[in-house]
């Protein structure tokens, strides 16, 4: 791995409180593992709250869309952050106050059977007014549960 300078510190610091402390990010109980230039990895475990099937235990649909959204979003800031020329943490959260997805389609793979669920993304694209990348998210067991793209609006 690489030696991350003092700025990519500061980001991803930064970036790991952000997303952590987000209310809606708080109760799914969403940990921030990696953050890199262009990727991220986060994970939650799974919780009686976020069943979706009674029957059969499983993860809610709506909990999985959410968890790749987030990731793919954090992958955004990263690319976003570490292109920005200032190292100000004032500049840097103007920068991506107006953050937020535009589009994303979803694909259900398998059941969301597991303990916990790490998702992970990559950016695809990132332009003057909108990103792209593709997630994932996978059990503990490594099952891919679900991949997904995203448009992020950036400017």
Do not use: C
Not at 5 to 31: A, E
Not at 68 to 86: H, K, P, Q, W
Not at 103 to 132: C, H, Q, Y
């Amino acid at each position: 791995m690489p030696t991350l300078t003092d700025k990519q510190k500061l980001i991803y610091d930064n970036i790991r409180r952000i997303y952590t402390v987000m209310p809606f990010n708080k109760h799914l109980g969403i940990k921030v593992l990696e953050v890199t230039e262009d990727s991220a990895k986060i994970s939650i475990n799974m919780a009686d709250e976020l069943v979706g099937n009674m029957a059969q235990g499983i993860l809610h649909g709506g909990v999985t869309s959410s968890i790749l959204d987030v990731v793919g979003g954090i992958a955004v800031t990263s690319a976003i952050l570490n292109n920005l020329e200032s190292d100000d943490v004032n500049d840097m959260f103007k920068r991506i106050a107006k953050l937020g997805t535009i589009d994303m389609r979803v694909d259900f793979l398998k059941p969301g059977w597991g303990e916990t669920f790490i998702a992970s993304s990559e950016l695809v694209r990132l332009g003057n007014r909108v990103a792209v990348t593709r997630m994932q998210v996978h059990n503990q067991d490594d099952v891919l549960i679900a991949m997904a793209t995203a448009s992020y609006s950036v400017a």
